[in-house]
Every structure is written in C-alpha cells, then in structure tokens.
C-alpha cells in the first residue's frame, strides 16, 4: 500500500571504537610517523596522526634553541586537538638538553588549553628509568659534543649516571634519518661493552626502535627508544595495553607497567 511503513528488525553494524593518539614531531622529521605506524600494526583500533612545527637544526644556538618555544609547540597542538585525538604526545627529544622541566610545563599546557591527556617521549623514557629501577645507563644520539653534554648532564641532575655514550656530532635534523642502521647497532654495541642498567637511544628522527628488538637479544641489555618511549607512553594514557605491540623490544613486554606493582 502507497505510504505503508514497513518496519525492520535488521540493526546496523555500529563502527568500532577508534583510539586515535595524536603526535607533535618537528618539521624535518621523516622517521616516528613510519615506525610508529609499523608498530601499531597489528592494533586495528588504533591510529595516529600528526602535526608539525618547524624545527631544521637541533643544536645550543639562540636559533635552534628559540625553535622549541611553548607557543610554537602548542599551535601545533591546537591543531591536533580539532582531530578529537584521545592523546597528545610531543614525539620530540628537546627536554634532554633544555631540561626535563620544559616538558613537564608543556605537557602542563597542553592539558589545561586542549582538555586532552598530554605526554612526551623524554618524559616516558624517565618514566620507564624510574619503574625499571635503572640507575647507570648509556646513551647514544646523532646530536652534536655541546648538545650531548647537556643530555648527560641533564641525566645527572636527575640522578642517573651515563657510564658510556656514543654521538655523531651532527647538527642535524633531517640527516639524522640517513645514518644507517647498522652504524646505530655498532653504537648500541659499543656503549654495551660498559654493561649499564639500560641503554638510550635518543633522536626521534634516528632509526633506533628498528634495531632494538635485535639489539636486546644480542646484548641482553633493555635498549630504550625514544621513539618507542612515546608511543609507549601514548598507549597507556589511552588505556591500550602496550604489550600488544609485538617484536619491538622488552619496553613493550609488560615489565614497565609491572615493576612498580
């Protein structure tokens, strides 16, 4: 019959879940959006998305340091935001020779103007040293003398000794994404020669987190990526459980969120 409402027991399929992290990474960067995709590979809820700001030169001058500004980190942020990501975690390594303080003040802003969960790479790493019980580590970065010393010091100050590091010097920021990864896995090696509690791969635009799974079972030392720190630390905020993300490394294991009960 014309007009005649037929009813319908059948029920749409409703769209799963999305976790959605959102990452903040410098302009020149071309490594933590490929290897953080490849590791949440096998999580099919899960994306992430990104926003840049404009960083070319990782070094002390008035120059490279003024790229870091809060105000050009939280622009990029604002951006993020309008993705209705449930995370933001600035995938950047600046607090390691800036001073953990100025990522603790950002995540700070970053919460209190956008509403959402905040974190960063360096933050994690720290995190994962303190559940883990690690108390002499190595580190080993592209970064330039002046910017490595101010890491180790950096570590000092918080109570954690570098017993070993290697570096490239280089100022960087895209040629950090053409060293090789076996000369990363020979820095690795090297730095693991001192037998520290843990070793620090830190550049977020540094191939590290693909050597690490083969590294650790090399040297049976936890290597620790700051890449991987991120994403880790991303997760958790989301309330994925990270040990999900498989062939990546012991970060990924479960013994961090374990350690401290």
Same mark, same amino acid.
């Given at each position: 019959?014309?007009?005649?409402? +037929?009813?319908? @027991?059948?029920?749409?399929?409703?769209?799963?879940?999305?976790?959605?992290? =959102?990452?903040?990474?410098?302009?020149?960067?071309?490594?933590?959006?490929?290897?953080?995709?490849?590791?949440?590979?096998?999580? &099919?809820?899960?994306?992430? *998305?990104?926003?840049?700001?404009? /960083?070319?030169e990782i070094s002390?001058?008035?120059?490279?340091?003024?790229?870091?500004?809060?105000?050009?980190?939280?622009?990029?942020?604002?951006?993020?935001?309008?993705?209705?990501?449930?995370?933001?975690?600035?995938?950047?390594?600046?607090?390691?020779?800036? $001073?953990?303080?100025?990522?603790?003040?950002?995540?700070?802003?970053?919460?209190?103007?956008?509403?959402?969960?905040?974190?960063?790479?360096?933050?994690?790493?720290?995190?994962?040293?303190?559940?883990? !019980?690690?108390?002499?580590?190595?580190?080993?970065?592209?970064?330039? @003398?002046?910017?490595?010393?101010?890491?180790?010091?950096?570590?000092?100050?918080?109570g954690y000794h570098?017993?070993?590091?290697? *570096?490239?010097?280089?100022? =960087?920021?895209?040629?950090?994404?053409?060293?090789?990864?076996? %000369?990363?896995?020979?820095?690795?090696?090297? /730095?693991?020669?001192?037998? &520290?509690?843990?070793?620090? +791969?830190?550049?977020?635009?540094?191939? =590290?987190?693909?050597? /690490?799974?083969?590294?650790?079972?090399?040297? $049976?030392i936890p290597v620790? @990526?700051?890449?991987?720190? =991120?994403?880790?630390?991303?997760?958790?905020?989301? !309330? %994925?459980? &990270?040990?999900?993300?498989?062939?990546?490394?012991?970060?990924?294991? !479960?013994?961090?969120?374990?350690?401290? !009960?």
């Open positions: 019959m014309m007009g005649e409402v +037929v009813s319908s @027991d059948r029920v749409e399929p409703k769209t799963p879940a999305r976790i959605l992290l =959102g990452m903040l990474t410098p302009s020149s960067n071309t490594v933590v959006e490929p290897v953080t995709a490849a590791m949440i590979a096998d999580l &099919p809820e899960v994306s992430v *998305h990104f926003s840049r700001f404009a /960083v070319t002390l001058s008035a120059h490279a340091l003024a790229q870091f500004e809060p105000e050009r980190i939280l622009s990029a942020a604002r951006l993020l935001a309008q993705a209705q990501v449930d995370v933001i975690t600035w995938n950047g390594t600046s607090a390691a020779w800036k $001073g953990f303080a100025s990522d603790e003040e950002l995540c700070r802003q970053i919460s209190a103007e956008t509403g959402i969960s905040s974190a960063s790479s360096v933050l994690a790493m720290n995190e994962i040293f303190a559940r883990t !019980g690690v108390q002499r580590f190595a580190l080993v970065t592209p970064y330039l @003398d002046a910017v490595q010393e101010r890491i180790v010091a950096s570590y000092a100050e918080a570098c017993i070993a590091e290697r *570096h490239e010097n280089d100022p =960087g920021n895209f040629s950090f994404s053409e060293i090789d990864e076996r %000369i990363i896995a020979d820095r690795i090696r090297a /730095v693991a020669a001192s037998r &520290p509690d843990a070793i620090a +791969v830190v550049c977020t635009n540094l191939f =590290g987190a693909r050597v /690490v799974a083969a590294m650790e079972a090399e040297i $049976g620790y @990526d700051t890449v991987a720190t =991120g994403l880790w630390k991303s997760l958790v905020l989301a !309330g %994925i459980n &990270p040990a999900r993300v498989r062939g990546w490394g012991s970060l990924f294991s !479960g013994s961090a969120e374990t350690a401290q !009960g």
